[in-house]
């Protein structure tokens, strides 16, 4: 879980049960909430409670190609960038210097009122009544499922993608660098 | 440098058309401010110019993140396809070429082909079409030939001479071999050759073997879309750092210019002013103005300031590619992330047969053009992620992956007509950060597009079939029917934007002269695609970075000495085989 974390516990067992009926586990896939989903999300919603803010990771290299490993070590945001992603994240609130364009919903208020419209009760529902409560969430559903792909699917450093699961999962190698392929590897089927 | 200015010219945006002036204009001996409105992910700017090491193979942070922006928060721009439209159809994130130091280059997978002969000459060789302002360029292939071969040194561009048999003549090699063929493309050239075009490998500048003092590419596949992590791509980087060694070359991130600062002659630019980070606004004086800062925020700039824009012309031609993607399933896997996304190209769709114009005129069109095809990776299994839907089915088609590895796509980038209609200028009610008025695109294709587009998708969808596709699927950018837009959208998605302040000799019909000089601010020059006069159907990049070096090289008095085709490489052979 990201730290500190800013779901709570309850909203933390929503998000993974709904990602997990969007990217349901199977035997040979891991599901979005073993992916680590929701430590995804709530790796995004609470970006602001570390420093550096966890918007964008390091570079150049993993380390799983090769190379010093600096993924982990996410990059500082200057003063615009951090505007920007506060006003992204935790919306405008009324400021004046968040509404250039007039106000902003932060993805922070998407996901209260998203998760609040799901039920408390959600983690424990049956399937059939956690899909058709999804099925009736909207613009929600599909902002989670955006979220769970990029957790399930994008680089681990971000809190989903656990243990490569999501990468094994597809047969993706993820990234390479500096090592790279060959070029036979690239010319040959 | 002149006592009573700051430098000898101040440069607006650092992408490919900036950087080759920062390269030309302090090569000269001149000092140079160069001013990006973007953040510097790209080089350190003291001695000895490291890489950052802020880009990487992260497909959360290039793609999902605006890390190369610009940010569509602080830098909205907006859309419509006509007037009927009302102010705007969209706001938000439009033809967001990457805004930052090394501009729009560092995301590209840096095709570099040149055009042709015919290209500059549009009007003469094809004729007029209605409702498009085509004209020829007021500079030809011949002409521009020796800045071509200096544009390809200076990136450094892989590639084969006479593989393509329609290339225009050449008076040198390039600098680099080929490097290796993708596997998907080493498919679909054979079953393009099979049916009777003539795929070659792409002109690259990435490095095949180490050049300029950058590495040879490892073929990571983190391509296009991605910044280099390794600096295996030379555009700008090359010329970013050989203007900056001279120690004569100032560049300012997060610098955006709001102001053009003319002198009491109304005539003469006298500099810049332009707000950092902070929202402080500061004035640099220059001998020389160069914009730079692509086809979308040069007019914008202009626009704002109500300048250089007695033809009326200012923002308005704009052109993009107009892209139609023809998409293979394969029953073999395809591996794409190994590799450059693009190694191979087609230009057969730029030469009309006699049966494709017969068809053009039976619809109407006097001619038609296509563009260059593209031989391609898709997308990285995020955004494959997102083309399925959720559920039960997602798990299966992520393994079996047929929109990705199992994917291999044609782009081919459509010659969009240039049209007056077509325009870039300043939204009524949206605004950036800074509160300076957004862009906006009105655009809609013309005819000759839509049909050109719909003319030869069914070729391509033959070719993927022959290559083993067991489905093919045709999609444009943007949409026939706004409607029915796809995934991509209603706007054209295309990074390729042409046109906005078009070069000519007659200032009643062209924003700038035959040598990118403004025809209304006597020491200001254009560098950038802003000024093509049409789009032709290849990649803008190389043709963007060889009329910078024109430019201020007629600015510095060190024009190149004319090559000839009597000296030079021998053409490509012709078209040996007709195609089916």
Redesign the interface.
């Known amino acids: 879980m990201a730290r500190p974390p800013f779901l709570t516990p309850r909203e933390h067992a929503v998000v993974a049960a709904a990602c997990d009926?969007?990217?349901?586990p199977?035997e040979?896939?891991p599901g979005a909430a073993a992916a680590g989903a929701a430590d995804y999300i709530d790796g995004l919603l609470g970006a602001f409670l570390v420093d550096p803010p966890r918007?964008?990771?390091?570079?150049?290299?993993?380390g799983r190609?090769g190379g010093e490993a600096?993924?982990h070590r996410f990059?500082p945001l200057?003063?615009?960038?951090e505007?920007?992603w506060r006003?992204?994240i935790e919306g405008s609130r009324g400021r004046p210097e968040r509404e250039?364009?007039g106000p902003?919903v932060g993805l922070q208020e998407r996901y209260r009122e998203g998760l609040a419209a799901l039920g408390d009760d959600f983690a424990g529902m049956a399937a059939e009544e956690q899909?058709r409560r999804l099925d009736g969430a909207g613009d929600f559903?599909r902002l989670l499922?955006?979220h769970?792909?990029?957790a399930?699917?994008?680089?681990p450093e971000?809190g989903g993608n656990r243990d490569l699961a999501?990468?094994r999962?597809?047969?993706?190698?993820?990234?390479?660098?500096?090592?790279?392929?060959?070029?036979?590897?690239?010319?040959?089927? | 440098m002149t006592p009573d200015a700051d430098a000898d010219a101040v440069v607006v945006g650092s992408g490919p058309g900036g950087a080759t002036a920062a390269d030309v204009l302090t090569a000269a001996g001149w000092d140079v401010v160069v001013l990006e409105k973007g953040?510097n992910r790209l080089l350190e700017l003291e001695a000895p110019y490291a890489?950052k090491?802020?880009?990487?193979?992260?497909?959360?942070?290039l793609w999902?993140?605006w890390?190369l922006g610009p940010?569509p928060?602080?830098e909205?721009r907006t859309y419509r396809r006509t007037e009927a439209d009302g102010d705007h159809l969209l706001?938000g994130e439009v033809n967001n070429l990457p805004s930052g130091v090394g501009g729009g280059a560092i995301h590209a997978d840096a095709k570099m082909p040149r055009f042709r002969e015919d290209d500059f000459r549009p009007l003469s060789r094809w004729g007029p079409m209605e409702g498009a302002a085509l004209a020829d360029w007021p500079v030809g292939y011949d002409e521009l030939e020796a800045y071509y071969a200096e544009a390809e040194v200076l990136v450094g561009v892989a590639g084969e001479v006479g593989a393509n048999p329609y290339a225009s003549w050449r008076s040198s090699p390039f600098p680099m071999p080929p490097?290796?063929?993708?596997?998907g493309a080493?498919v679909s050239a054979a079953a393009a050759e099979r049916l009777g075009y003539h795929p070659y490998r792409a002109p690259t500048a990435i490095n095949t073997v180490a050049y300029d003092g950058r590495p040879a590419?490892?073929?990571?596949?983190?391509c296009g879309g991605y910044g280099c992590?390794?600096g295996a791509k030379g555009d700008p980087l090359g010329p970013l750092r050989r203007a900056l060694g001279t120690g004569r070359c100032h560049l300012r991130p997060?610098s955006t210019v709001t102001e053009i600062v003319l002198d009491g002659t109304g005539r003469r630019a006298r500099g810049v002013r332009y707000l950092d980070?902070?929202g402080v606004l500061h004035e640099v004086t220059a001998r020389h103005v160069v914009l730079a800062g692509g086809a979308f925020e040069t007019p914008r700039l202009l626009l704002r300031n109500g300048l250089a824009n007695s033809s009326g012309l200012v923002g308005r031609n704009l052109t993009f590619h107009f892209q139609t993607f023809v998409a293979g399933g394969f029953p073999?896997r395809l591996?794409p992330?190994?590799?450059r996304v693009v190694t191979h190209l087609h230009d057969d769709l730029l030469v009309p047969t006699e049966a494709d114009l017969s068809a053009a005129r039976a619809a109407g069109l006097p001619w038609i053009r296509g563009g260059v095809v593209e031989h391609g990776a898709g997308p990285?299994?995020?955004m494959?992620?997102?083309a399925y839907p959720?559920?039960?089915v997602?798990?299966q088609l992520?393994?079996e992956?047929v929109a990705r590895?199992r994917l291999w796509v044609f782009t081919m980038q459509g010659e969009d007509m240039p049209q007056p209609t077509n325009r870039v200028d300043l939204d009524p009610v949206?605004?950036?950060?800074h509160?300076l008025p957004a862009g906006r695109v009105t655009y809609q294709p013309h005819g000759h597009e839509t049909f050109a587009s719909a003319h030869w998708a069914p070729a391509l969808e033959s070719v993927l079939r022959e290559a083993g596709a067991t489905w093919t699927d045709v999609s444009t950018s943007p949409p026939p029917d706004p409607a029915r837009a796809g995934p991509l959208g209603v706007a054209p998605v295309s990074r390729h934007v042409m046109g906005t302040c078009r070069m000519g000799a007659d200032p009643a019909t062209s924003v700038v002269d035959p040598l990118g000089r403004f025809h209304d601010v006597e020491n200001m020059v254009c560098a950038d695609s802003s000024v093509f006069v049409t789009s032709t159907g290849y990649n803008p990049t190389l043709t963007i970075v060889a009329l910078a070096l024109r430019a201020c090289r007629h600015l510095v008095g060190d024009p190149l000495p004319p090559t000839g085709p009597a000296g030079g490489l021998s053409p490509g052979a012709g078209p040996g085989s007709s195609r089916r």
């Not at chain 1, 918007?55 to 993993?62: L, M, R």
């Not at chain 2, 590419?217 to 983190?222: A, P, S």
């Not at chain 2, 949206?430 to 950060?433: H, L």
């Open positions: 009926r969007l990217i349901p199977e040979n896939s918007v964008w990771a390091g570079g150049p290299f993993s190609g600096s993924f990059l200057s003063p615009l960038e505007l920007a006003t992204r250039w364009n902003v899909d559903a499922y955006q769970a792909c990029e399930t699917y994008g680089a971000y999501g990468w999962a597809i047969d993706f190698p993820g990234d390479v660098l500096p090592r790279g392929w060959t070029d036979a590897e690239v010319r040959d089927p | 953040p890489l090491g802020d880009l990487s193979n992260d497909e959360i942070k999902f993140r890390f940010d928060l602080l909205p706001v490097g290796p063929d993708m596997y080493v590419c490892t073929n990571c596949g983190f992590p390794i997060r980070e902070a073999f591996h992330h190994r590799g990285g299994p995020v494959e992620a997102l959720p559920g039960p997602h798990n992520m393994r992956s590895d949206v605004r950036d950060v509160g």
